[in-house]
Protein backbone atom coordinates (compact mmCIF):
# COMPACT_ATOMS: atom_id res chain seq x y z
CA UNK A 1 0.00 0.00 0.00
CA UNK A 2 0.99 3.88 -0.79
CA UNK A 3 0.45 4.45 2.82
CA UNK A 4 3.33 2.48 4.56
CA UNK A 5 3.92 5.89 6.32
CA UNK A 6 0.97 4.90 8.71
CA UNK A 7 3.57 2.41 10.57
CA UNK A 8 0.69 0.03 11.33
CA UNK A 9 -0.43 -3.76 9.95
CA UNK A 10 -3.70 -3.82 11.19
CA UNK A 11 -6.50 -4.36 8.57
CA UNK A 12 -8.98 -1.42 8.70
CA UNK A 13 -12.34 -2.02 9.38
CA UNK A 14 -15.16 -0.67 6.93
CA UNK A 15 -16.82 1.70 8.89
CA UNK A 16 -20.54 3.63 8.21
CA UNK A 17 -20.09 6.63 6.25
CA UNK A 18 -21.62 9.83 7.92
CA UNK A 19 -24.22 11.85 5.84
CA UNK A 20 -23.29 14.73 3.48
CA UNK A 21 -21.68 18.52 5.17
CA UNK A 22 -24.92 20.56 5.85
CA UNK A 23 -27.39 17.13 5.52
CA UNK A 24 -30.16 17.43 7.46
CA UNK A 25 -30.35 14.32 9.76
CA UNK A 26 -33.00 13.52 12.61
CA UNK A 27 -31.14 11.84 15.73
CA UNK A 28 -32.95 9.78 17.84
CA UNK A 29 -32.52 10.45 21.22
CA UNK A 30 -33.72 9.61 24.93
CA UNK A 31 -34.10 11.44 28.34
CA UNK A 32 -32.57 10.96 31.27
CA UNK A 33 -32.41 12.06 34.62
CA UNK A 34 -29.59 13.22 36.59
CA UNK A 35 -28.78 14.00 40.36
CA UNK A 36 -25.56 13.49 42.64
CA UNK A 37 -24.99 10.22 44.03
CA UNK A 38 -26.20 11.25 47.87
CA UNK A 39 -29.49 10.09 50.34
CA UNK A 40 -31.87 12.39 50.72
CA UNK A 41 -33.70 14.17 47.98
CA UNK A 42 -32.01 15.48 45.34
CA UNK A 43 -32.20 18.37 42.53
CA UNK A 44 -31.91 16.94 38.76
CA UNK A 45 -30.61 17.69 35.35
CA UNK A 46 -32.19 16.88 31.90
CA UNK A 47 -29.73 14.91 29.74
CA UNK A 48 -30.87 14.95 26.27
CA UNK A 49 -28.77 11.41 25.09
CA UNK A 50 -28.12 11.77 21.05
CA UNK A 51 -28.50 8.82 18.96
CA UNK A 52 -24.99 6.41 19.54
CA UNK A 53 -23.74 8.71 22.60
CA UNK A 54 -22.63 6.66 25.92
CA UNK A 55 -21.81 7.12 29.59
CA UNK A 56 -18.06 8.15 28.40
CA UNK A 57 -19.83 11.08 26.03
CA UNK A 58 -22.02 12.23 29.28
CA UNK A 59 -19.06 12.66 31.69
CA UNK A 60 -16.59 14.80 29.11
CA UNK A 61 -19.59 17.09 28.58
CA UNK A 62 -20.03 17.19 32.66
CA UNK A 63 -16.22 17.20 33.34
CA UNK A 64 -16.43 20.16 30.61
CA UNK A 65 -18.97 22.26 32.59
CA UNK A 66 -17.24 21.37 35.82
CA UNK A 67 -13.88 22.05 34.85
CA UNK A 68 -12.52 18.66 36.47
CA UNK A 69 -10.47 15.95 35.13
CA UNK A 70 -13.28 13.08 33.29
CA UNK A 71 -11.46 10.59 34.90
CA UNK A 72 -12.55 11.80 38.39
CA UNK A 73 -16.30 11.28 37.33
CA UNK A 74 -18.71 8.07 37.46
CA UNK A 75 -22.03 7.62 36.91
CA UNK A 76 -24.28 5.31 38.19
CA UNK A 77 -27.64 3.77 37.84
CA UNK A 78 -30.00 1.26 40.16
CA UNK A 79 -30.27 -2.29 38.92
CA UNK A 80 -32.41 -5.46 40.09
CA UNK A 81 -29.67 -8.28 40.87
CA UNK A 82 -31.00 -9.63 38.27
CA UNK A 83 -30.23 -7.28 35.87
CA UNK A 84 -26.71 -5.78 37.17
CA UNK A 85 -23.37 -6.76 35.70
CA UNK A 86 -21.73 -6.97 38.75
CA UNK A 87 -23.06 -7.24 42.31
CA UNK A 88 -21.48 -4.29 44.56
CA UNK A 89 -23.25 -1.29 45.90
CA UNK A 90 -21.84 2.38 45.04
CA UNK A 91 -23.58 4.54 47.34
CA UNK A 92 -23.97 5.83 51.08
CA UNK A 93 -22.07 4.20 54.04
CA UNK A 94 -23.39 3.35 57.18
CA UNK A 95 -22.03 6.66 58.58
CA UNK A 96 -24.35 8.28 56.17
CA UNK A 97 -21.42 9.25 53.73
CA UNK A 98 -20.51 8.45 49.96
CA UNK A 99 -18.45 5.94 49.19
CA UNK A 100 -17.41 6.65 45.59
CA UNK A 101 -15.98 4.93 42.76
CA UNK A 102 -15.26 1.02 42.09
CA UNK A 103 -12.20 0.76 44.34
CA UNK A 104 -14.39 1.64 47.24
CA UNK A 105 -17.50 -0.91 46.06
CA UNK A 106 -18.92 -3.44 48.96
CA UNK A 107 -20.32 -6.75 48.13
CA UNK A 108 -23.86 -6.84 48.23
CA UNK A 109 -26.87 -8.65 47.32
CA UNK A 110 -30.50 -7.99 47.56
CA UNK A 111 -33.85 -8.77 46.60
CA UNK A 112 -34.22 -4.87 45.63
CA UNK A 113 -32.35 -2.55 42.76
CA UNK A 114 -28.93 -1.86 43.51
CA UNK A 115 -26.70 1.61 42.55
CA UNK A 116 -24.16 -0.26 40.24
CA UNK A 117 -21.10 1.84 38.69
CA UNK A 118 -21.59 2.23 34.43
CA UNK A 119 -19.13 1.57 32.43
CA UNK A 120 -18.03 4.03 30.08
CA UNK A 121 -19.53 1.90 26.59
CA UNK A 122 -22.71 1.59 28.10
CA UNK A 123 -25.87 3.53 27.18
CA UNK A 124 -27.85 4.49 30.42
CA UNK A 125 -31.86 3.41 30.54
CA UNK A 126 -33.19 5.98 32.76
CA UNK A 127 -32.23 7.89 36.03
CA UNK A 128 -28.50 8.25 36.26
CA UNK A 129 -26.25 8.80 40.14
CA UNK A 130 -23.37 11.35 39.13
CA UNK A 131 -19.65 10.81 41.73
CA UNK A 132 -16.77 12.34 42.19
CA UNK A 133 -18.27 16.07 42.06
CA UNK A 134 -19.97 17.99 45.55
CA UNK A 135 -22.94 19.21 43.38
CA UNK A 136 -24.29 19.96 40.06
CA UNK A 137 -23.65 23.77 40.13
CA UNK A 138 -22.35 24.86 36.25
CA UNK A 139 -24.46 22.20 34.54
CA UNK A 140 -27.51 24.02 32.58
CA UNK A 141 -30.51 22.54 33.27
CA UNK A 142 -31.03 20.55 30.06
CA UNK A 143 -27.59 18.68 29.22
CA UNK A 144 -27.26 17.60 25.17
CA UNK A 145 -25.12 15.00 24.60
CA UNK A 146 -23.32 13.60 21.15
CA UNK A 147 -21.97 10.92 19.97
CA UNK A 148 -18.20 11.18 19.49
CA UNK A 149 -17.63 12.40 16.28
CA UNK A 150 -14.95 10.07 14.11
CA UNK A 151 -14.08 11.16 10.70
CA UNK A 152 -14.47 8.37 7.76
CA UNK A 153 -13.35 9.57 4.88
CA UNK A 154 -11.47 12.93 3.33
CA UNK A 155 -11.16 14.85 0.96
CA UNK A 156 -7.94 15.45 -1.12
CA UNK A 157 -7.47 18.59 -0.05
CA UNK A 158 -8.07 17.63 3.62
CA UNK A 159 -5.56 14.72 2.47
CA UNK A 160 -2.67 16.80 1.78
CA UNK A 161 -3.43 19.28 4.22
CA UNK A 162 -3.37 16.39 7.02
CA UNK A 163 -0.22 15.09 5.38
CA UNK A 164 1.58 18.73 5.61
CA UNK A 165 0.41 17.93 9.64
CA UNK A 166 2.55 15.21 10.22
CA UNK A 167 4.97 15.96 7.92
CA UNK A 168 5.98 19.41 10.70
CA UNK A 169 5.42 17.09 13.92
CA UNK A 170 7.50 14.39 12.61
CA UNK A 171 10.04 17.23 11.89
CA UNK A 172 10.31 18.42 15.10
CA UNK A 173 13.73 18.29 16.35
CA UNK A 174 12.70 15.94 19.37
CA UNK A 175 11.16 13.53 16.73
CA UNK A 176 13.86 13.28 14.33
CA UNK A 177 16.52 13.02 17.46
CA UNK A 178 14.45 9.53 18.61
CA UNK A 179 14.67 8.40 15.45
CA UNK A 180 17.98 8.69 14.80
CA UNK A 181 18.68 6.69 18.23
CA UNK A 182 16.46 3.85 16.63
CA UNK A 183 18.28 3.44 13.48
CA UNK A 184 21.31 3.85 15.17
CA UNK A 185 20.14 1.06 17.54
CA UNK A 186 18.63 -0.91 14.83
CA UNK A 187 21.62 -1.24 13.24
CA UNK A 188 24.12 -2.17 15.66
CA UNK A 189 21.57 -4.86 16.49
CA UNK A 190 21.64 -6.15 12.58
CA UNK A 191 18.19 -6.11 12.97
CA UNK A 192 15.40 -7.37 10.40
CA UNK A 193 14.07 -4.79 8.12
CA UNK A 194 10.48 -6.50 8.76
CA UNK A 195 10.85 -5.06 12.87
CA UNK A 196 11.23 -1.11 12.01
CA UNK A 197 8.04 -0.48 11.24
CA UNK A 198 6.93 -1.61 14.82
CA UNK A 199 9.51 -0.05 16.36
CA UNK A 200 8.77 3.00 14.38
CA UNK A 201 5.21 3.06 16.04
CA UNK A 202 6.65 3.77 19.16
CA UNK A 203 8.09 6.19 18.32
CA UNK A 204 5.55 8.63 16.32
CA UNK A 205 3.19 7.96 19.27
CA UNK A 206 3.65 10.83 20.77
CA UNK A 207 3.70 13.33 17.56
CA UNK A 208 0.31 11.08 15.84
CA UNK A 209 -1.38 11.78 19.39
CA UNK A 210 -1.11 15.01 18.95
CA UNK A 211 -2.40 15.32 14.81
CA UNK A 212 -5.15 12.66 14.38
CA UNK A 213 -7.62 13.77 17.24
CA UNK A 214 -7.81 17.37 15.50
CA UNK A 215 -8.55 15.28 12.06
CA UNK A 216 -11.75 13.31 14.17
CA UNK A 217 -9.57 10.63 14.61
CA UNK A 218 -9.18 8.39 18.05
CA UNK A 219 -5.55 8.42 19.32
CA UNK A 220 -2.86 5.77 17.99
CA UNK A 221 -3.28 2.85 17.39
CA UNK A 222 -7.20 2.65 16.70
CA UNK A 223 -6.90 5.91 15.09
CA UNK A 224 -4.05 5.56 12.06
CA UNK A 225 -6.51 2.63 11.06
CA UNK A 226 -9.35 5.15 10.99
CA UNK A 227 -6.85 7.72 9.10
CA UNK A 228 -6.09 4.71 6.46
CA UNK A 229 -9.72 4.11 6.01
CA UNK A 230 -10.34 7.81 5.26
CA UNK A 231 -7.84 8.03 2.98
CA UNK A 232 -8.85 5.06 1.22
CA UNK A 233 -9.78 7.47 -2.22
CA UNK A 234 -7.00 9.38 -2.58
CA UNK A 235 -4.75 6.30 -2.35
CA UNK A 236 -3.43 6.59 -5.61
CA UNK A 237 -4.06 10.61 -6.41
CA UNK A 238 0.16 11.35 -7.51
CA UNK A 239 -0.18 14.61 -5.06
CA UNK A 240 -1.24 12.43 -2.17
CA UNK A 241 1.36 10.03 -2.88
CA UNK A 242 4.19 12.48 -3.76
CA UNK A 243 3.58 13.42 -0.09
CA UNK A 244 3.82 9.64 1.28
CA UNK A 245 6.96 9.43 -0.67
CA UNK A 246 7.93 12.07 1.71
CA UNK A 247 6.95 11.78 4.47
CA UNK A 248 8.33 7.77 4.18
CA UNK A 249 11.95 9.54 3.95
CA UNK A 250 11.43 11.54 7.01
CA UNK A 251 10.79 9.00 8.84
CA UNK A 252 13.39 6.20 7.61
CA UNK A 253 10.53 3.82 6.13
CA UNK A 254 12.53 4.11 2.44
CA UNK A 255 15.49 2.65 4.83
CA UNK A 256 17.83 4.97 2.65
CA UNK A 257 19.62 5.13 6.25
CA UNK A 258 20.84 1.40 6.34
CA UNK A 259 22.92 2.60 3.26
Known amino acids: SSQSWLSDRSTPTKLAPLPAPGAA ?15 GFQAQKKVQLLDGATVGDILKKVAQYKMVPVAQLFLTEARWTDNAHCLCRVGPSSAGAITGGAADAIPY ?4 PIQVKLHRN ?4 GEVSLGGVEDLDDLPDIITVQ ?15 LQDELIAAYSEDSVQTALEKLQIRFKANNMAQSKY ?3 LADVLLVPQRKVLPKWGFDAPPKGIVQMLTAFVP ?8 LKVTILNGLIGLDMAWLS
Not at 109 to 112: E, L, M, P, R, W
Open 197 to 199: PRL
Open 234 to 241: NDDDPDVA
Open 147 to 161: AKFVRTELTKAESLD
Open 109 to 112: SSSG
Open 25 to 39: VAMACQWLDLQLLQQ
Open 122 to 125: EVPE
